[in-house]
C-alpha cells in the first residue's frame, strides 16, 4: 500500500525531530531511508508503525488517513534492530504469534508459519528458542514474523546492523529477494549508504529532520540535489574545493560569469578524476603525496597547500612526490552554491 | 588475573574471615547439624545437656500428635491463603505503578512501608482494628451490613485475620520486586507485540506474564518460605496464645511451645525438621515447575 | 539472574530511575485514559494500606472514651499527648527503647565489621577452599532461622549468657546474607585499582578501607538497614532469651504491655507509635537503599 505523509512534524520537548516533512512510498517498492544517526530516519518509520504519533500532519496509507491509528489498528510488519523476537516462544510460535492474535484457527495458523518459515528458509529451526540461533536466523524469523500477517506494508529498523559484514551482505540480498518475491510494500531504514544504494528502488535521504533528497538510487549517487547527499554518498568521500581558496579552478572553466558568482564549492567524485598533461586544462594542480595500492585498486592522493585530493582511477599511476595535472569531464563535475545546493551548470560552447 | 592461592594468601585471609566464620559456625552451622542431631534425642537431660538415648521416637509422637497435625493444617491454610492472593494483588499493583510516571515513587513508598514496621506492634495495631465492638473492620462492615464478626475470639474467623494482615504486610515487598522484574523486559516486545497485532490485555498475557516468570518463581518461593515460618504474627495478634481454641497453632508456634512452654527440646527439633523438609519439598516442587515452563 | 550478579551497585541504582525519554518510552507510557484508572486504582490501594498507621496514630492520641467511640472518631477533639507519658509510666518504654538502640547498634556495627572483612576475603583474596566454604555458607541460608533457635538457646545458657545482653547481639554479629551482598559489590571494583594500590605499597587492609568501603558505600547502607531494621522488629529470640524486665526490647516489652495496659487501647497505640515510629522516620530518610538492598536481596535466590 502506498504510504503519504502531509507536513508531518515531530518534536519531543522543543525539540523538533522532523520538520514538516511531507513524501510519498509508492506500492510494492522498496523504499530505504538514509541519514546519519539522530536524523529522524526512525521516528519517521516509528510513525509509519502507529508506534508513535506525529504532533502535527497527517498520514495516509492509500487514500485512508490514519494519523490517529495505533501500532494494533494500522496492521504494519516490522523488523526491529534487535530483532525483539519473544524468547520464551518458539521460532514457529514466534512466526504464529500475529496470526494468534488475528484468532486464525490453530491448524491454519501452522501452516501459514511453515509456508513462511520456508520463504525465509528457516524450516530447519521452528522448534527451536530464539536464543539458540544465530543473529542471521533470528533475523530471518523476525522476517517471517513481520510478513505473517500478510502486512501491506513492511517496516524495517536497521536490520542488518547486528550483523557481521559478510552476513549482511547475504542478508541484504536475501531481503531483496523476499520483498521482490512476496511484492510488499517496504520501507527499510539504514545509516548505510552503501546497504540504501544496493537494495532500494528509491532512497530518501534525511538529515536534521528534512528530506535532502528523494530519488533512485543512480540519481541520488550521479545528480546529488545538495553537498550534504554528494557528501554523505560515496566512498571514498566526495572531493571538494573552495573556490575563495582556489579560484584558478573557475578560470579554466568554460562557464557563464554570471554562474561563476553564484559557485562556491565545486565536487570531484575521486573515480571521475582524469590526468591531463596540460596545465591549462587542469582543475587542481599538485604533488603526489601518496599512492595506496590495495589489490587491483590503487588510490592517489594529491595536495596542494592544505587540500588533499583523493583519486581511484587513473590510466596511469604516478610516482610518489613527482608534479600532477587533475581533471574532470564537464558532466562529472558538481557545483554548489554558498548554501549547499547544486548549481546545474551548462558549458558554454567557445565561439 | 587469577591468582592461585599460596599458604600465606590462605593464613592472611584466614585472618579476614575468621571473625565471621567464628560467628557462623558457632550459631548457624553448629545448630544446623546439632538440631538435626536433637529430632533424634529421646532421652535428654536439660540441665546436664547430656543425651541419654537415640531414637526415632519424636518423629513418630510428633506425626502422632493432633496438635501437630493442627498446626501443619493451619499452616498450609495460611500459606494458600497468602501466597497467591499476594502475588495477585502485588502484580497488580506493580503493573499500575509502572504505567504512570508522576508519583509513582510516592505510592511505591506507601506501599511499601509496612515491611519497615514491627511485626508485633503492627499485630496489636490490627487486633485493634479486629476489635469485636470498637474495631474499624467491623464498623466498615456493618456499613455494609454485615453483622459484626468477632474475628480474633471465633475460631472460624481466627485464620482470615490473620491471612489479611500477612497479606498487608507483604505486599510492599512482592511489589518492588515485581517493579524490577518489569523494568527487566525489554520494551522492544512491548512494541514488537503491538505491531503483532496485540491488544493491552493480550500483551499483559502474552509478553508480561510469562517474560516475569523467573520474578514469579523468585517471589511465589520466598513468599511460600516466609509464610510457613508464621510465627510473631500469630503471638501478638491473639495475645500470646495460638488463636481462639487453638485455631491459629502453626508451626513454628507449635515448635515454640514443646521448645519454650513444654522443654520438650527432643519434640521441637523434630518437628523444626519436618517443618525444614517440607519447605524443601515445596521449593523443589517450584523449582521443578520453573525449569518446566519458565524456559528461555 | 545470573547476568545481574557481579555488576556495579551503580547499575542496580539504574532500575529505580525513571527510564530514558527515549522514542519506546514514550509509546509505553499509557494513554490517559489507562493512567487515569491506574491513578485511582493506586490512590484507593495507598490509603487502604495507610488506614493502620493512620487508625494507630489517632487512637493513640484520643482520651479513652473517643477510643471506644462508635462511630469511630478519626480526629480527636484535643490530641492528648499525654497518652505516650502514660505509656511510659506505666511500663519501663524508656528503658525498652535504651535496649533495642543498644542492641541495635552494636550487632549492627559487630556485623558490619566481620562482614566486610569476611567479605573483602571472598571477593579479593585466595585461599584453600574458597568456593566450597562460599557454597557451604549460601546452603546455610536455606535453612529456615527458627530451627537454629534450640540448639542456639542450649549454647547460649551453656555461655551463661541467658538473660544478657550479649545474647541478643552476639549470635546476630554475622550474617551470611550481608557476606554475600557485599561480596558481590567488592567484586565489581575492578581489580586493576586492587594490584595499582599494591604497587604504590597500600596494605591489604589499608586497601579495604579506604578505598573498598566508601567506593560501595550505598551497598554498605543498604546492608546496614536492613540490619537495623531486622534487628529492632526482631521478637521470638530476645523473648526466648531474656526473662529480666530490664533487658527487654521494645517489641518484647510492648506484647508484655498488652496484658498489662489490658483494654486501654489508646495507650496500647501510643506505645506502637513507639515502636513503629522510628523505622518509619529511618524509611522514610533512606528508602532508596533499603528499596535497593530488597531487590537485591530478591536476586539472591
Redesign the interface.
Known amino acids: 500500500m502506498q504510504v503519504q505523509f502531509k507536513d508531518v512534524t515531530m518534536s ?1 520537548g522543543d525539540k523538533e525531530v522532523l520538520q514538516k516533512i511531507s513524501f510519498t512510498i509508492p506500492e510494492g517498492k522498496l523504499v530505504s531511508i538514509l541519514g546519519p544517526s539522530g536524523c529522524g530516519k ?2 519517521t518509520l ?1 510513525l509509519i ?4 504519533f506525529p504532533s502535527n500532519g497527517q498520514i495516509f496509507f492509500g487514500d485512508k488517513e490514519v494519523t490517529k491509528y ?3 489498528k494500522r ?4 523488523v ?1 534492530q ?1 530483532y ?5 516462544l518458539s521460532v514457529l510460535e514466534n512466526i504464529m ?2 496470526l494468534k ?2 484468532k486464525m484457527p490453530k491448524k491454519q495458523r501452522q501452516k501459514r508459519a511453515l509456508e513462511l518459515a520456508q520463504l525465509v528458509q528457516i524450516e530447519d529451526h521452528v522448534d527451536k ?3 539458540q540461533l544465530s543473529g542471521g536466523q533470528q533475523q530471518r524469523v523476525a522476517i517471517a ?2 510478513l505473517a ?1 500478510e502486512p501491506s506494508i513492511l517496516l524495517m529498523d536497521e536490520p542488518l546492523s547486528n550483523l557481521d559484514a559478510r552476513l549482511r551482505i547475504e542478508m541484504r540480498e536475501e531481503i531483496r529477494r523476499i520483498q521482490q518475491k512476496t511484492g510488499v510494500t517496504t520501507v527499510f531504514v539504514t545509516h548505510d549508504q552503501e546497504e540504501a544504494l544496493s537494495i532500494s528502488d528509491e532512497v530518501m535521504v534525511l538529515n536534521e529532520g528534512a528530506i535532502q533528497q528523494n530519488s533512485d538510487p543512480i540519481t541520488l549517487y550521479k545528480k546529488p540535489k545538495n553537498r550534504f547527499v554528494a557528501q554523505f554518498l560515496g566512498t571514498p568521500i566526495i572531493n571538494t574545493i573552495g573556490i575563495e581558496d582556489y579560484p584558478e579552478v573557475l578560470e579554466r572553466l568554460n562557464i557563464s560569469e554570471e554562474i561563476k558568482q553564484n559557485i562556491e564549492t565545486i565536487g570531484l567524485r575521486a573515480e571521475e578524476i582524469l590526468t591531463t598533461e596540460n596545465k591549462e586544462n587542469a582543475l587542481f594542480e599538485g604533488i603526489v603525496s601518496h599512492v595506496a595500492r590495495v589489490g587491483k585498486d590503487t588510490t592517489v592522493h594529491v595536495k596542494n597547500k592544505e587540500k588533499e585530493l583523493v583519486a581511484t582511477n587513473l590510466t596511469i599511476i604516478p610516482l610518489e612526490d613527482t608534479e600532477i595535472y587533475l581533471t574532470a569531464q564537464m558532466k562529472d563535475i558538481h557545483f554548489f552554491d554558498h548554501k549547499g545546493q547544486v548549481i546545474e551548470v551548462k558549458e558554454v560552447v567557445m565561439a | 588475573m587469577i591468582e592461585k592461592p599460596t599458604l600465606k594468601s590462605s593464613l592472611k585471609s584466614l585472618l579476614y574471615i575468621a571473625p565471621m566464620m567464628l560467628i557462623i559456625t558457632t550459631f548457624n552451622l553448629y545448630p544446623i547439624i546439632r538440631s538435626f542431631l536433637m529430632s533424634f534425642y529421646t532421652d535428654f537431660n536439660i540441665y546436664t545437656q547430656e543425651v541419654n538415648e537415640y531414637g526415632i521416637s519424636n518423629f513418630i509422637e510428633v506425626l502422632q500428635d493432633p496438635e501437630f497435625i493442627l498446626a501443619i493444617r493451619n499452616t498450609f491454610i495460611f500459606v494458600l491463603g497468602v501466597v497467591p492472593a499476594s502475588i495477585i494483588i502485588s502484580l497488580g499493583i506493580a503493573v499500575l505503578l509502572n504505567k504512570i510516571k508522576v508519583l509513582s515513587g510516592f505510592f511505591r513508598s506507601i506501599y511499601f512501608l509496612p515491611f519497615v514496621t514491627s511485626t508485633v506492634a503492627i499485630s496489636i495495631v490490627w487486633s485493634w482494628i479486629y476489635h469485636s465492638r470498637f474495631g474499624l473492620m467491623n464498623y466498615a462492615l456493618g456499613l455494609i451490613g454485615i453483622e459484626p464478626i468477632e474475628f480474633l475470639t471465633d475460631p472460624k474467623y481466627s485464620m482470615l485475620a490473620l491471612v489479611i494482615m500477612a497479606i498487608w504486610k507483604g505486599l510492599g515487598f512482592n511489589i518492588i520486586l515485581f517493579l524490577v522484574g518489569l523494568n527487566n523486559i525489554d520494551e522492544n516486545y512491548y512494541s514488537a507485540a503491538k505491531i503483532d497485532g496485540a491488544r493491552g490485555w493480550e500483551r499483559f498475557t502474552n509478553i508480561t506474564i510469562p517474560l516475569l516468570g523467573p520474578t514469579m518463581f523468585l517471589v511465589s518461593v520466598m513468599g511460600v518460605i516466609n509464610s510457613f515460618k508464621v510465627f510473631d504474627e500469630v503471638f501478638a495478634l491473639f495475645q500470646s496464645r495460638p488463636g481462639p481454641a487453638g485455631s491459629a497453632l502453626t508451626v513454628v508456634y507449635y515448635i515454640f511451645q514443646k521448645f519454650y512452654q513444654e522443654s520438650q527440646y527432643g519434640i521441637a527439633a523434630a518437628a523444626g525438621i519436618v517443618l525444614f523438609l517440607i519447605i524443601l519439598v515445596f521449593t523443589l516442587i517450584q523449582m521443578a515447575f520453573n525449569k518446566k515452563f519458565v524456559h528461555y | 539472574m545470573e547476568e545481574i550478579r557481579g555488576k556495579k551497585v551503580p547499575i542496580l541504582m539504574k532500575w529505580f530511575k525513571p527510564k530514558t525519554k527515549d522514542k519506546t518510552q514514550l509509546v509505553t507510557v499509557g494513554d490517559k485514559y489507562t493512567r487515569a484508572v491506574a491513578y485511582v486504582l493506586l490512590t484507593i490501594g495507598a490509603f487502604t494500606m495507610l488506614i493502620p498507621f493512620l487508625w494507630m496514630v489517632s487512637t493513640s492520641l484520643k482520651s479513652p472514651a473517643e477510643a471506644v467511640s462508635m462511630p469511630p472518631i478519626w480526629i480527636p477533639k484535643s490530641f492528648k499527648v499525654e497518652n505516650f507519658l502514660k505509656a511510659f509510666e506505666v511500663a519501663p518504654f524508656g528503658r525498652y527503647f535504651l535496649n533495642s538502640v543498644l542492641i541495635t547498634s552494636l550487632s549492627t556495627i559487630g556485623e558490619l565489621l566481620t562482614t566486610i572483612l569476611a567479605a573483602f576475603a571472598f571477593a579479593k583474596m585466595q585461599f584453600y577452599g574458597k568456593n566450597l566454604l562460599f557454597t557451604i555458607l549460601i546452603a546455610t541460608m536455606m535453612v529456615p532461622g527458627e530451627l537454629l533457635i534450640i540448639p542456639n538457646y542450649l549454647t547460649i545458657s551453656r555461655l551463661g549468657l541467658i538473660n544478657t545482653y550479649a545474647a541478643m547481639i552476639v549470635p546476630y554479629v554475622a550474617s551470611v546474607f550481608s557476606v554475600f551482598m557485599l561480596k558481590q559489590n567488592f567484586e565489581s571494583v575492578p581489580n586493576e585499582l586492587y594490584y595499582a594500590a599494591k604497587v604504590d605499597g597500600s596494605s591489604d587492609f589499608k586497601f579495604l578501607w579506604t578505598i573498598m568501603v566508601p567506593l560501595s558505600k550505598s551497598a554498605i547502607v543498604a546492608v546496614s538497614i536492613l540490619k537495623i531494621i531486622g534487628s529492632w522488629n526482631a521478637f521470638m529470640w530476645p523473648l526466648i532469651v531474656t526473662n529480666d524486665r530490664m533487658l527487654r526490647p521494645l517489641p518484647v516489652g510492648l506484647q508484655a504491655f498488652t496484658t498489662e495496659a489490658g483494654t486501654q487501647y489508646e495507650l496500647l497505640m501510643a506505645a506502637s507509635v513507639i515502636v513503629v515510629a522510628p523505622m518509619v522516620i529511618i524509611y522514610l530518610f533512606l528508602q532508596r537503599y533499603i528499596i535497593m538492598g530488597v531487590s537485591k536481596s530478591g536476586l539472591k535466590g
Do not use: C, I, Q, W
Request: charged share 20%.
Open positions: 519531543y526512525s521516528t516509528m508503525s502507529g508506534l508513535t495505533d501500532a494494533v496492521k504494519v510488519g516490522m526491529f534487535n525483539a523476537l519473544y524468547p520464551h504469534f500475529p492474535m488475528e528458542k530464539p536464543k514474523r513481520a500477517k
